[in-house]
């Protein structure tokens, strides 16, 4: 097959090699960019509508126009700093443009990754986001949409290039052999797999090594998957309305309780049903906003027509709001809110993280999320198992004490009072490092988490 192996010679020369790598090289910098964008700036940054920060689709060329395009990163790193410096124009321009709001600084990501990000951004097609997957209050579905879309394809990318690669490869190989004859004499009868054999046999050591590797690392990995299996940290499902926590908890300053109302007298926490939006939502119409279509969706479950008569009316028709749930502990566990609230004395915070700053649909928050929050208990935690796991639980209830002669709940004064007559030694032994945690006092104790 001479032409095959003309396209293969083709295919195998340097050049075409080195324009492989390149074509490789562009395609993950350009993946890094996307997911630099989607880790850092997404939450404020949206690509062509102006959002908390301004779109940042042409945002070079906008710094380009003003003569700053090499200021634009040191704006990135550390905006405060550049404005500070006086040498920029379009630093305080663009601040005074958004009120003043502050953006964060990025002191450790280098030129090469801001542009990386700056080329994605540019790179995006204007005409094909008209729907509202680059807004950046991107619901759930959104954003798992396009991560599913975008990862395959690169995926495919890559193996299309690299089995070309090997064919290229392999040709080379054939094309030796036929050079040096070696095909004439003894190895012409032997088959792939003896040839591997002897090959393998040759570079024992080698390939006894990356075979210790390869099984090692198998090992590890499938232990880390059973170790995952199960771990809901930041389990995110869709909702169907994108519900947006920071809007009503944070700037409208609306308390968890008014919509979470049985929190604090019993085990569950309670989603508020539609009647409860629309106290508000029957006047807050989104007309003209571009959010319309969430209060539409309230609307269309409530059975409200807005355009029926002067101030709207209820069509009977409704249809329930179906949420999905976020958190959920297995059907085996006991787990009491007003236990934890009002007993407790915790903040929804401890356990949630600061829901008043989340701009998305709620999701279970990592462990690291849950260690920044300021302590609203005696000591800090730090925990170090996945939340929503018996682990969590367990840290949080040898961490954190509990006051135990406080009468303000009553609810420890029965056991502090039984302890003191009958177990003194025991109350001394549980006070012996100045606290009593919650696992001192039974919060370890399998039957009270376990039905
Ligand atoms: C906490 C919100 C926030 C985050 C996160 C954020 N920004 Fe910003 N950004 C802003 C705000 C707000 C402005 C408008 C200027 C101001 O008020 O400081 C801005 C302005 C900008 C500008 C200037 C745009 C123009 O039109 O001149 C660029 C460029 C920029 N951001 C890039 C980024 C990049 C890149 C990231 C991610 C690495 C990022 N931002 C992350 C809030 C944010
Ligand atoms: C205006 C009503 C409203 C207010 C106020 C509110 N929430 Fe919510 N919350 C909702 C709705 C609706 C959902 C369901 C949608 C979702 O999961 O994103 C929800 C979901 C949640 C969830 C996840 C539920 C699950 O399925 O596991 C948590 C946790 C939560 N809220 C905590 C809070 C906290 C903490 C506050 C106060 C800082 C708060 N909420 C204030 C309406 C509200
Ligand atoms: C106590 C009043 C109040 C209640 C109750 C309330 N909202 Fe809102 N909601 C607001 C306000 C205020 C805004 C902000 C409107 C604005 O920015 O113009 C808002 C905005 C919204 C938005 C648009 C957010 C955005 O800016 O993108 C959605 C979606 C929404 N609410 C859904 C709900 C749902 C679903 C419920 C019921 C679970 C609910 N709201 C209950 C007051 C309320
Ligand atoms: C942020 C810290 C924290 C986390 C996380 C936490 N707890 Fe607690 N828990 C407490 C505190 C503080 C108390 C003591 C106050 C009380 O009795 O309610 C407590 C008490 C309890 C009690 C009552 C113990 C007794 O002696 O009567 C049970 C049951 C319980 N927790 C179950 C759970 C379960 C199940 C989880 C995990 C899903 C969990 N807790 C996660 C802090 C936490
Ligand atoms: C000690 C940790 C902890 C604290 C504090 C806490 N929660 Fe929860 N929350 C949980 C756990 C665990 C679940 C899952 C419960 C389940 O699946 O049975 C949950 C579930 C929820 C849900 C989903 C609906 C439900 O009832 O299962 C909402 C809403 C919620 N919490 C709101 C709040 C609010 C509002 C506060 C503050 C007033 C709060 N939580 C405080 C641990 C906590
Ligand atoms: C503070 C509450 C708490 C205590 C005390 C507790 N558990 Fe758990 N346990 C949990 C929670 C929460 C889960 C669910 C974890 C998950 O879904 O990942 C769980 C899960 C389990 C599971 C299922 C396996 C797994 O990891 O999902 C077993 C088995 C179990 N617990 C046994 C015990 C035994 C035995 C004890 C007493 C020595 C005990 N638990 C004490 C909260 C507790």
């Not at 040498?87 to 600084?105: H, P």
């Amino acid at each position: 097959m001479p032409v095959f192996q003309r396209v293969v010679q083709i295919l195998s020369s340097a050049r075409v090699m080195f324009l492989f790598a390149l074509i490789l090289l562009c395609g993950s910098s350009f993946a890094q960019g996307e997911g630099l964008f989607k880790a850092k700036c997404a939450t404020c940054h949206a690509v062509f509508k102006n959002g908390t920060g301004p779109k940042l689709y042409e945002a070079r060329k906008r710094w380009e126009d003003a003569g700053e395009g090499d200021l634009i990163y040191e704006w990135v790193r550390n905006n405060a700093a550049l404005r500070a410096s006086g040498k920029s124009v379009r630093a305080i321009e663009v601040f005074q443009e958004y009120n003043g709001s502050v953006m964060s600084a990025f002191g450790d990501l280098t030129d090469d990754q801001i542009s990386s990000i700056l080329d994605w951004v540019d790179s995006q097609d204007p005409n094909a986001s008209a729907g509202g997957g680059n807004v950046a209050q991107a619901t759930s579905t959104d954003i798992s949409v396009e991560e599913e879309e975008s990862i395959p394809w690169i995926w495919i990318v890559m193996g299309i290039m690299f089995s070309i690669i090997i064919m290229a490869v392999g040709g080379v190989r054939r094309e030796l052999k036929i050079a040096t004859k070696e095909s004439d004499k003894g190895s012409e009868g032997l088959t792939y797999i003896d040839e591997f054999k002897v090959w393998a046999w040759k570079y024992r050591l080698y390939v006894g090594l990356t075979t210790l590797v390869i099984v090692v690392s198998l090992i590890v990995g499938f232990f880390q998957t059973l170790y995952s299996v199960n771990i809901v940290e930041a389990y995110q499902p869709s909702q169907p309305i994108a519900f947006p926590h920071d809007v009503h908890a944070g700037v409208n300053g609306i308390d968890c309780k008014y919509c979470h109302n049985s929190v604090t007298k019993s085990k569950s926490a309670g989603l508020p049903t539609v009647n409860v939006c629309m106290n508000c939502h029957k006047k807050i119409n989104g007309e003209g906003e571009e959010y319309q279509g969430e209060i539409a969706k309230i609307y269309a479950a409530a059975g409200w027509d807005p355009t029926r008569g002067p101030s709207g009316a209820y069509t009977n028709q409704t249809e329930p709001i179906v949420w999905n749930k976020v958190h959920n502990l297995p059907d085996h566990v006991y787990f009491n809110h007003s236990q934890h609230v009002v007993v407790g004395g915790l903040d929804c915070k401890q356990c949630h993280g600061d829901m008043t700053k989340l701009n998305e649909t709620a999701k279970v928050q990592p462990y690291q999320e849950l260690n920044k929050i300021e302590e609203n208990i005696e000591s800090k935690i730090e925990f170090d198992r996945a939340t929503m796991t018996m682990g969590w639980c367990i840290q949080c209830h040898e961490q954190s004490s509990v006051n135990i002669t406080d009468g303000k709940s009553g609810y420890y004064t029965e056991i502090h009072d039984r302890l003191k007559e009958n177990d003194y030694n025991l109350l001394t032994k549980y006070n012996e490092d100045g606290r009593v945690s919650v696992s001192e006092l039974g919060g370890w104790e399998c039957s009270k988490c376990h039905y």
